[in-house]
């Protein structure tokens, strides 16, 4: 088997190549090429660690014929085309709590040296000055620090704050009120926060959402004499109105780690505006930080190369080194199911529906419901997996929907697998045999157990005697051996299903002899 290659194109601690090394990996480092220089090169890569001066655009990705992944060694991913790289079923992945620390660590410095001037304090100082009365600082204990953004960062830099005596009030849709009272802050609306906080810091990405979040209205809604800092995405403030609020004296302080444009032009309206400060990007500037997002965005693409892990990613969900082995029969399991209904629905599918039951019931049920996407995409594309099939699905207006039961049934474990289709609910069900091997065991209310491999053929048809005789005889006459047979029916002389597995595919003519056949209702070559 040949081994992965990888390309490192940015500068990055020599650790990331030397892990990717000890795995088993190829690695190349070939840093500052062009956009164009890296087009010529990317098609020989299966995975491609960056930082952040590589853009991995929509002309990257449709030269990147082999890239299966991204890795970003930090946290911010805006030089990453990401929905493009979903349909390219590329997997996208960053490392989030490398710089973390250091990053909240640099908010909270920013905010000291706010609070006690100490930049201009030290600019005098060495110009031979002595201005001790000039410089009237304000303590943090006690005041009300405002955080917009409450995730990884932000409850860092809500731990240090409230270690240092302030009050803590924070924005964020995805903070949920159990985990406010666990962190110790007072969960709030924007303008709630706006109007109570002496301090704002903000640590949420750049959206279309949150752009400007900080915008000349909403910074007219802040307390008079507020200081802002910013170490999270440059455009999450409007600098202009920020401008006009410092000279008007209505916000007290500003401190910037990131601008809107990078690097800022010298004549930046802000340069040289009194109790602003700033610092070139500095969040994760640290030789701690460097050194663990290169470790990390190193071992995540390897996991995900070698394993089939997937950790901290963007755009498909996170499926752990650990996690992989003990999922990836339901996910094989997950995607025969949904390459079933996928080739037997064949009206517009509206709805599909994933539910899963016994052991499956405890397991993650994101990586579940991709695999059986990816298997009923592949009615659409040839070159769907679980990175783009999500997408193409939302394309297609699929509502997806995931059931979990406590109940036991029939089975240790089971997977049902049901779509909407015009002409009514079509559902299919598979177990684990020795919780390794996939099984079909119930396909449209019908109990049969079967082997969905290699080429197949599905029959619907009238359960009466001589029918699988018939059958048996009509492809032996062509030539055509049959590996397996099952067969399953509603009730005796009832409508029956018979699912074969034949050692090649099976002909158009000889569908069409077998649905000529008394008693036939329906005839479909399958193929897993």
Partial sequence: MTAPKVLISDKMDPKAAAIFKERGIDVDVITGKTKDELIAMIGAYDGLAIRSATKVTADVLAAATNLKVVGRAGIGVDNVDIPEASKKGVVVMNTPFGNSITTAEHAIAMMFALARQIPEANALTQAGKWPKNDFM???????????????????????????????????????????????????????????????????????????????????????????????????????????????SGHVAGAALDVFQTEPPAADHPLFGTPNFICTPHLGASTDEAQVNVAIQVAEQLSDYLLTGGITNALNVPSLSAEEAPKLRPYMSLAEKL???????????????????????????????????????????????????????????????????????????????????????????????????????????????????????????????????????????????????????????????????????????????????????????????
Wanted: negative net charge; glycine residues 10%.
């Fill in 338 to 528: 949904g390459s079933l209904v996928g080739q037997l629905a064949h009206d517009n599918l509206t709805t599909i529906s994933v539910e899963v039951e016994g052991a499956a019931a405890e397991l993650n049920l994101k990586p579940i419901t991709a695999a059986v996407l990816t298997g009923l995409m592949r009615r659409y594309s040839d070159s769907v997996n679980m990175v783009n099939a999500p997408h193409l699905a939302r394309e297609r207006g699929l509502d997806v929907r995931e059931v979990r039961h406590d109940r036991e049934g029939d089975y240790h474990t089971l997977v049902r697998v049901t779509v909407a289709t015009e002409a009514g609910d079509r559902s299919v069900a598979g177990t684990l045999f020795g919780n390794n091997e996939p099984r079909l065991v119930e396909m449209f209310g019908i109990k049969v157990e079967a082997d969905l491999d290699g080429d197949m053929l599905y029959i619907v048809n009238e359960d009466a005697p001589g029918f699988i005789g018939r059958i048996g005889s009509t492809l032996g006459d062509a030539g055509l051996n049959i590996g397996t047979f099952h067969l399953g029916r509603r009730a005796a002389g009832g409508e029956a299903v018979l699912l074969l597995s034949l050692d090649s595919a099976m002909p158009e003519p000889l569908l069409w002899q077998v649905c000529q056949l008394p008693g036939v209702k329906m005839v479909k070559g399958l193929k897993f």
């Fill in 137 to 247: 600082g304000v303590e943090l204990t006690s005041k009300t620090l405002g955080l917009i953004g409450c995730g990884n960062i932000g409850s860092i830099v809500a731990e240090r704050a409230l270690g240092l005596r302030m009050k803590v009030v924070a924005f964020d849709p995805f903070l949920t009120p159990e985990r406010a009272i666990e962190l110790g802050v007072e969960k709030a609306d924007l303008d709630t926060l706006l109007a109570k906080a002496d301090f704002i810091t903000l640590h949420t990405p750049l959206t279309d959402q949150t752009r400007n979040i900080l915008s000349k209205e909403n910074l007219a809604k802040t307390k008079q004499g507020v200081r802002i800092i910013n170490c999270a995405r440059g455009g999450l403030i409007d600098e202009a109105a920020l401008k006009d609020a410092l000279d």
